[in-house]
């Protein structure tokens, strides 16, 4: 016969809170982070290495595309477990120009290479007119 204890609904019901509570502190912590970076990339410098705190967001920041031009910054490569891309690339006019920006999240400890090219979305084999390699080391915010 299969007798069921009184105590297992209300240990499994404890456990489930318990792992419910766990991912609503992940999703806060992943929603609000602790620190924030933003880092502007400038054509004469088209690779860069930043560092930022696990559990950090951070926005890069690239110069263009030519105002009125067809073309779009595309991100070529990225460690997405390492480095969440939080949103789309956005073009914006700023007062120097367009920029066209991007915000990350920094999931945990480690390293990621993002690569970013200019190119025209409409002709996917051509070769990009600019490009950017971004390396990214997420260290722990105690060190």
Request: charged share 20%.
């Amino acid at each position: 016969m299969n007798r069921r204890r009184p105590f297992q609904i209300p240990v499994a019901c404890g456990i489930l809170a318990l792992v419910a509570a766990c991912l609503d502190q992940n999703e806060s912590d992943h929603n609000h982070p602790r620190y924030s970076h933003d880092y502007a990339l400038t054509p004469s410098h088209p690779s860069a290495a930043i560092a930022i705190e696990r559990g950090a967001a951070l926005r890069i920041i690239l110069p263009g595309p030519p105002a009125g031009s067809d073309y779009a910054w595309e991100i070529v490569s990225n460690n997405t477990h390492q480095l969440e891309q939080r949103t789309a690339l956005i073009v914006t006019q700023a007062p120097t120009g367009q920029t066209t920006s991007v915000g990350f999240y920094s999931l945990k400890l480690g390293k990621s290479i993002v690569r970013f090219v200019l190119v025209r979305p409409s002709d996917r084999d051509a070769i990009p007119k600019g490009h950017f390699e971004v390396t990214v080391v997420s260290k722990d915010p105690d060190d």
